[in-house]
């Protein structure tokens, strides 16, 4: 398994309250991504990295904002949380081989904005 | 902008028997990628197939293998053999060839596939 870790897995918060989520790798590869699984919705790019401290916005980005300090960490930060953002978030990493174009997932962060 | 689209959410198949899982696109590119996912009840996404816009040759992988018609943009995925442990959530994604820093995969709904005993 590749290594991706989520942090928290599960969270409750309030509407209104700043939400960071966490993933760390350790395969040192140099595309990171984080994506909103809703029923009905699959899976929607949020923000990716393409290096440290090189980010772009993807399809559902309004409310969120990201940051890469390093190569291992790719943080996800919603500003002022609303119900709308209830959702299941995956990270997910890539070598950036366009011979292959594999993400590996990690296991998720389950979010919950009452 | 790609769109992945799968209309079929829910599947459901006898154990040992065949299953086709139907997906299609649409893009103006040339070069690209189109992969298959699954997840499991367990959530964790893993690749199940990839196959390269440019390669004519259908992509398999043992009882997993692909149906790639480009002109038709269409991208299905048999599963032969149907085996309990396939059941999951597949999504059908696509990647545009690109160099650079443009690595990003859109996928469709996903097809929710019940194996049944």
């Known amino acids: 398994d590749a290594g991706i870790t989520q942090s928290p897995r599960h969270k409750v918060t309030e509407t209104g309250t700043p939400v960071t989520l966490r993933c760390h790798q350790t395969e040192n590869h140099r595309y990171m991504y984080w994506y909103r699984q809703d029923p009905g919705h699959g899976l929607r790019l949020i923000h990716y990295?393409?290096?440290?401290?090189?980010?772009d916005k993807g399809e559902v980005s309004d409310g969120y904002s990201v940051s890469r300090s390093k190569t291992e960490d790719f943080l996800l930060t919603l500003e002022s949380a609303t119900s709308s953002q209830t959702s299941v978030y995956f990270c997910?990493?890539?070598?950036?081989?366009?011979?292959?174009?594999?993400?590996?997932f990690g296991e998720g962060s389950r979010l919950t904005v009452l | 902008a790609q769109t992945v689209t799968q209309s079929q959410p829910e599947m459901s198949v006898q154990e040992a028997e065949t299953v086709t899982l139907s997906c299609t696109y649409d893009?103006?590119?040339?070069?690209?990628?189109l992969f298959w996912y699954k997840q499991p009840p367990s959530r964790q996404m893993i690749l199940v197939i990839r196959?390269?816009?440019?390669?004519?040759q259908n992509a398999t992988e043992n009882r997993f293998s692909v149906n790639f018609q480009k002109a038709a943009k269409s991208f299905s995925l048999k599963i032969s053999d149907s085996q309990l442990g396939d059941t999951a959530m597949y999504f059908c994604?696509?990647?545009?060839?690109?160099?650079?820093?443009?690595?990003?995969?859109?996928f469709g709904k996903g097809t929710l596939l019940t194996v049944n005993p």
């Open positions: 990295s393409y290096g440290v401290k090189d980010t």
């Open positions: 994604a696509f990647m545009k060839y690109s160099g650079g820093s443009n690595y990003k995969l859109t």
């Open positions: 997910a990493i890539s070598g950036g081989n366009a011979n292959t174009g594999e993400l590996f």
């Open positions: 196959q390269e816009a440019y390669k004519q």
């Open positions: 893009t103006s590119e040339s070069n690209y990628y």
